[in-house]
């Protein structure tokens, strides 16, 4: 069976029955996969519509394909899950999106803490989110998700502890003493979860005693200590088990 490539198209770019594709995407689907005229695309308009669609026109900056009966994804978790992942050293930041947006996370937002080795300025990560938001892209379509995961940041630990506060449950992973364990704070049927996972050192006493004035519990992830690049993946792989499947 010939690959039929995912492509993500704004509900802007939608009309009458046909989608208009350009940019990157037009570039890979007719210079790298050389699709054509009559060839199919899996088309998601990022509200959990999908449509098999077959390309009618192809023009100097784009091309435009005809879609089929949209049909409903079932691929997202119910609920809407951001980690909060304070910024690792080297590319594991890379690895850390690419494993989450598998594994259904609504969005990855990166986090400035006080151990945080790696600590690049604004103008430094700017450059690079446009990559770490093309690595949610392509793990999105690989795994047949509907929407692209948000990819966000860098903010402050307090405004991280801010945003979790109001999420239906949030909770910050901890290595240390004074934890519960991730499965007694997961409830049904929340809309929201958050969670926060610590840089290679750890996170501060300072930090720690900010989450708990805020009410917001700090959960142990077992008797072995991950790695900050592995704490995301065992935390959603755990949600999913408990309150998806």
Same mark, same amino acid.
């Given at each position: 069976?010939?690959?039929?490539? *995912?492509?993500?198209?704004?509900?802007? /770019?939608?009309? &009458?029955?046909?989608?208009?594709?350009?940019?990157?995407?037009?570039?890979?689907?007719? /210079?790298?996969?050389?699709?054509?005229? $009559?060839?199919?695309?899996?088309?998601?308009?990022?509200? $959990?519509?999908?449509?098999?669609? +077959?390309?009618?026109?192809?023009? /100097?900056?784009?091309?435009?394909? +005809?879609?089929?009966?949209?049909?409903?994804?079932?691929?997202?978790?119910?609920?809407?899950?951001?980690?909060?992942?304070?910024?690792? %050293?080297?590319? %594991?930041?890379?690895?850390?999106?690419? %494993? @989450?947006?598998?594994? $259904?996370?609504?969005?990855?937002?990166?986090?400035?803490?006080? *151990?945080?080795?790696?600590?690049? &300025?604004?103008?430094?990560?700017?450059? *690079?989110?446009?990559?770490?938001?093309?690595?949610?892209?392509?793990?999105?379509?690989?795994?047949?998700?509907?929407?692209?995961?948000?990819?966000?940041?860098?903010?402050?630990?307090?405004?991280?502890?801010? =945003?979790?506060? =109001?999420? &239906?449950?949030?909770?910050?992973?901890?290595?240390?003493?004074?934890?519960?364990?991730?499965?007694?704070?997961?409830? &049904?049927?929340?809309?929201?979860?958050?969670?926060?996972?610590?840089?290679?050192?750890?996170?501060?006493?300072?930090?720690?005693?900010?989450?708990?004035?805020?009410?917001?519990?700090? @959960?142990?992830?077992? %008797?072995?200590?991950?790695?900050? =690049? +592995?704490?995301?993946?065992?935390?959603?792989?755990?949600?999913?088990?408990?309150? =998806?499947?």
């Amino acid at each position: 069976m010939a690959f039929v490539p *995912r492509i993500y198209v704004g509900s802007d /770019r939608i009309l &009458d029955g046909r989608a208009y594709i350009d940019g990157s995407d037009a570039n890979h689907v007719l /210079r790298v996969l050389r699709k054509s005229v $009559g060839d199919k695309l899996h088309i998601c308009d990022m509200h $959990g519509n999908s449509y098999t669609a +077959t390309i009618d026109e192809i023009t /100097r900056d784009g091309l435009y394909a +005809t879609l089929g009966e949209p049909e409903k994804q079932n691929s997202e978790m119910p609920f809407r899950v951001s980690v909060y992942q304070c910024f690792p %050293k080297g590319d %594991k930041l890379d690895t850390v999106i690419q %494993k @989450a947006v598998e594994l $259904g996370a609504y969005e990855i937002v990166a986090v400035m803490s006080e *151990r945080c080795v790696a600590r690049p &300025d604004s103008k430094a990560f700017a450059k *690079r989110l446009e990559r770490l938001k093309k690595i949610s892209e392509s793990a999105a379509a690989q795994c047949g998700r509907s929407i692209i995961p948000e990819i966000r940041g860098i903010i402050g630990y307090d405004q991280a502890i801010s =945003e979790i506060a =109001e999420k &239906d449950i949030g909770f910050i992973c901890y290595e240390g003493d004074g934890t519960v364990p991730v499965r007694s704070l997961l409830h &049904d049927s929340p809309e929201t979860i958050g969670f926060l996972i610590g840089p290679e050192g750890g996170l501060s006493e300072k930090e720690t005693s900010l989450a708990r004035e805020s009410n917001i519990a700090l @959960a142990g992830l077992g %008797k072995r200590i991950l790695r900050t =690049e +592995t704490a995301s993946g065992y935390v959603l792989s755990a949600i999913s088990v408990l309150l =998806e499947m």
